[in-house]
Structure formats: structure tokens, C-alpha cells
């Protein structure tokens, strides 16, 4: 194992009876790089992240993460890694602090060490008054600062984010990524799908997915500079055409000029 790596995998791969979601795929992310999965829905960014997670099984292939072995050491990779699922993973009829102290519970944060956690994670989520509010009753952006509270209060090394800000309002995605620089500034190392190419721009490195498989991946600037568009967003469009033999309408902004 490298220790300048975060993540590792060789030909990880995944089968659903005889559907192939995730294709061989080689990932090495650096220690605190911030790493933008990107692709169409169904390419099988999820399937990746389960995998890496620990929650699924590799039906072939290998990886560590953070030193840790995907198939044999899931249990120490879900205390010591940060995961949001892009169903947030909050419990809706619990109030916001309840559900810190679940997670800090079950991180196994000591007790004594429960109140300041806490406490930290409501001032950073911007969350100082909400402490009693019903979770349900959260707006879209709340929520998510508080699904990533969450996913942080045990000091995690690596946080992955899976979709994070779908569907949030721009305020609220910029507030959320300034707290991601945060986290990648304190050297934690993040790995994130995202379907908002100014949040993929955002990235140290990404990998594009399509049907399972990474076809391309670099810097945006790289992939920017190879595949001779304006921004990522051509790229991307620019792959996915490539991949599925299909012409994509030209960009709606010209459409009322
Ligand atoms: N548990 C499952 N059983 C069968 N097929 C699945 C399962 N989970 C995901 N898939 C399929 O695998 C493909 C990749 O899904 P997913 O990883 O969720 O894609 P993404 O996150 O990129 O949208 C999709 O075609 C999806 O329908
Ligand atoms: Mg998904």
C-alpha cells in the first residue's frame, strides 16, 4: 500500500446477475485531493462508491482505502471513513442534535468528548438555533449541512459524498463547498460525484463513468485542454456523445437570442 493514497483500487468491478455496473476500474486518489467522480445516471458512480464504502461487495478486483482492505477490513473502514449516501442518511423524525448524538454514538466518540464535537459541527453547519428543529422539517441546504455534520463528527481522513447538492440552492451549494475546501485545507482527503460541472471544475482531479467503465480522467484543466472544449460541461457532453454515438442538442443558453 502506498500511504500517499487515500484510495487505491485494481480492476474493481461489479455484477448484478448478469449486468456488469462497474467495469475494471483503477482509482488513486491522493491524500487530500478533493476527486469528482463524474458521469450519467446509471454509469455506476454509486455502485463505486458502495464498494469503496464497504457496504457492497466487489464481485472481482481489489482496493484499500486509507490502508484499509475493501473486502476484509469493511468494519474499520466505515469507523474511520465519512460517507454521504445520497439519501443523507438522516433520521427525519429525529431533531438535528439527535442525530448528531447518534452518530457521535455510533463513531463511538468517548462520552466526554460527545458535548464538544457537537457543539463544533452545529457552529460549522451554520446550524446555532435549529439545535431542536424536527429534521424533516429542514430545508434542502440545512439538511445537507447537517448530513455532512454528521459524516464528519468522528475527524474522518477521507469523506465521500455521493450527489451532495442535488437539488440545493445555489447559496446553499456554495456555502456547502466552501465547507468541503475546509475539510480538504485540514488535509482530509474528499472523493464526490456531482452532476454541477462548476462544482467538477472545483476538483483537484476527476474521472469520467460511463457504463461502468472510466473512460477519461485528469485535472478539468487537462481534460479541458484534450478535448478542446470551452468548459467541462462540453467535455462531458462531448464524451457522452463519443460513448453513445448520439448528437446532443447544442447549448440551450443561445436558444432565446
Ligand atoms: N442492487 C442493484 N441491483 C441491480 N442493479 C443495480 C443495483 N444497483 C445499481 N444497479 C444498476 O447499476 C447501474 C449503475 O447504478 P449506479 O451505480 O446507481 O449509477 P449512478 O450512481 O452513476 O447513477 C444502473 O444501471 C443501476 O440500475
Ligand atoms: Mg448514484
Redesign the pocket.
Known sequence: MNHDFSVVTHNLTKK?GD?T?VHHVNLEIPKGHIYGLL?P???????TIRMLCGVLTPSQGEGQILGFDIINETEKIKQNIGYMSQKFGLYEDLTVIENLKFYASIYSIPKNERYQRIQMIIEMAGLTGREKTMTAYLSGGWKQRLALGCAVIHHPKLLVLDEPTAGVDPVSRRVFWNMIYDLAHQGVTILVTTHYMDEAESCDSIAFIFNGTVIARGTPKELIKTRKGNNLEDVFISYVEEQSGQKINQSFTKKNG
Open positions: 448484478f449486468f455496473a458521469g445516471n446509471g454509469a455506476g458512480k454509486s455502485t
